[in-house]
């Protein structure tokens, strides 16, 4: 073998291994997979290298291009998804392939040859989003514990590794990780998370999956979020505090991004608000789910729901629904621990139906439900206006601006809305006053006829009658008569032009209230 030849075995293995098993995807995974068996002197010889390289080189081009056949459950496979005969195609439609089509091949390996054919894959720029899915595919392998809420799909099951082979495959998968947001589902890492606490690995990567988490816990779910308490205690039923951590790497990532405390109208308004919105939602479903545990203590509880921003909630029905299944289930709270309990509550951000509930509600103290009363009497009389608004709206009473009835952004209709509220009370104020105006005319018509009445019977034989028995008051008699006439008569005149003037403001008011609607 040593003795230079043309055609001696050493020329003739390196001839079959360079043109026939490295161009080959299947040949490459089945000499890398027996070199475990030859070590160290497969790595003498530079055979596992080259098998590596062969393979990372292969994983990141289209197999279609060159024709590899590869292993596709169990089966050998042409690219174009025949079954090939004696090595040869059978001449079926190509397939288009994706780019997780070599996690299950992949997977077959040991992990210090997965390890380093995956280190090799990022030395040659393939995508995080790839590598992440491949240690995806290998972790739900060999971890039975990610697969306890969802199924396996696809992937085969395997036999179970010993808990120390475990716990150290979680921990190496958790280091080869990519760590930017969105690469791994965060249902996965969830899966990954419990089974670390499972397996009590170390701090540093149970840390670690908590922070990955924290980047997106908005896409998380509530099923996957209530992680098991493994604790000897046995304190409460779910990990209260690690959820806890969580929210915090989530809201320290959403200040280190420029998160700021907008107000309620950016929250209901803005798509960018939407994570927080989100995760404030998933919270208060959260809190709902661990309040019947009569273990949990009020300040863990209280601590966790007060961690939320207060402009993350646009409103608090989930909050109020969580603190009223705590209190049913903990039924010896004190009345301070109650109101203390409570104060997480602002009942002017609770829905009509949820002030209804409360408002009956005798597990809530009386402050709060003094304070559910009041406010939802102002969200009934906002309501009720806001039907009379529309009312007036579909009436035709006034169109709105041009621009705002078709514009469909929520700061247009707000602004609409206002302009609305705002000419309402206007011409509410106008019609009391034209009112006002009217009854004081027909006021001063009723007293100018009384006045005539008064002058007519003043002028005539009743006042004759009472001259002629005294004829000595005669002149002074008759002096006091044409006075009181003349007075009469002015009075008369000044109220006939006051009532004009009334008339020609009535008219003017009527002529602008028409105008105006």
């Avoid at 044409?482 to 003017?508: F, H, I, N, P, Y």
Wanted: charged share 25%; hydrophobic share 40%; net charge neutral.
């Amino acid at each position: 073998m040593t003795e230079v030849a043309e055609d001696n075995l050493i020329a003739q293995s390196e001839m079959f291994l360079n043109q026939v098993v490295l161009r080959n995807w299947k040949d490459s995974l089945t000499a890398l997979d027996t070199c475990d068996d030859l070590l160290p002197h497969a790595e003498d010889l530079q055979i596992v290298k080259r098998c590596i390289e062969s393979l990372a080189s292969k994983a990141t081009t289209d197999p279609n291009l060159f024709g590899w056949p590869i292993r596709e459950h169990g089966i050998m496979q042409s690219p174009g998804g025949s079954v090939l005969w004696n090595g040869i195609s059978t001449g079926a439609r190509p397939r288009n392939f994706n780019a997780d089509w070599w996690y299950a091949d992949a997977s077959s390996l040991s992990f210090p040859m997965y390890k380093r054919l995956i280190s090799t894959m990022e030395s040659r720029g393939i995508r995080p989003e790839i590598i992440a899915g491949s240690l995806t595919y290998y972790a739900k392998k060999y971890l039975p514990g990610i697969n306890r809420r969802h199924s396996m799909g696809a992937v085969p099951l395997t036999a179970a590794l010993s808990e120390v082979e475990q716990k150290n495959l979680l921990e190496e998968i958790d280091r080869l990780l990519p760590v930017q947001k969105g690469i791994a589902s965060t249902n996965v890492l969830l899966g990954l998370l419990r089974t670390a606490m499972i397996l009590k690995a170390s701090p540093t990567c149970i840390s670690n999956l908590e922070k990955r988490i924290g980047m997106q816990l908005d896409q998380a779910t509530l099923e996957d979020l209530l992680l098991p308490n493994f604790s000897y205690t046995m304190e409460t039923l779910y990990n209260v505090e690690c959820v806890h951590r969580i929210l915090d790497h989530f809201l320290a990532m959403d200040q280190a991004n420029g998160g700021e405390s907008p107000c309620l109208d950016d929250v209901m308004a803005s798509p960018s608000l939407t994570p927080i919105t989100s995760v404030a939602k998933l919270i208060d479903g959260y809190l709902a789910e661990i309040a019947p545990d009569i273990n949990l203590k009020l300040p863990k509880f209280q601590a966790l729901a007060s961690a939320v921003p207060e402009y993350a909630r646009p409103l608090d029905d989930g909050l109020y629904r969580a603190i009223d299944i705590y209190l049913k289930a903990h039924s010896w709270l004190s009345e301070a621990e109650r109101e203390q309990l409570c104060r997480l509550l602002d009942c002017q951000k609770l829905s009509l139906e949820a002030c209804t509930h409360a408002a009956q509600n005798e597990r809530l103290p009386l402050r709060v439900v003094v304070q559910v009363l009041f406010f939802e009497q102002l969200q009934l009389r906002t309501s009720i206006a806001g039907c009379l608004l529309v009312s007036d709206n579909l009436e035709g009473s006034r169109p709105l601006r041009s621009g705002v009835a078709t514009s469909g952004e929520a700061g247009g209709w707000a602004t609409a809305v206002r302009e609305n509220q705002v000419l309402k009370v206007g011409m509410d104020n106008m019609r009391m006053r034209l009112a006002e105006l009217e009854k004081e005319c027909s006021s001063m018509r009723q007293e100018i006829e009384k006045l005539g009445g008064r002058s007519s019977k003043g002028g005539g034989g009743g006042w004759a009658s009472r001259v002629v028995p005294r004829r000595l008051g005669l002149k002074v008699r008759s002096q006091m008569c044409s006075a009181q006439e003349g007075s009469v008569s002015e009075r008369q005149r000044s109220m006939s032009a006051k009532l004009d003037k009334l008339q020609a403001k009535v008219t003017k008011h009527k002529k602008q209230l028409a105008a105006d609607a």
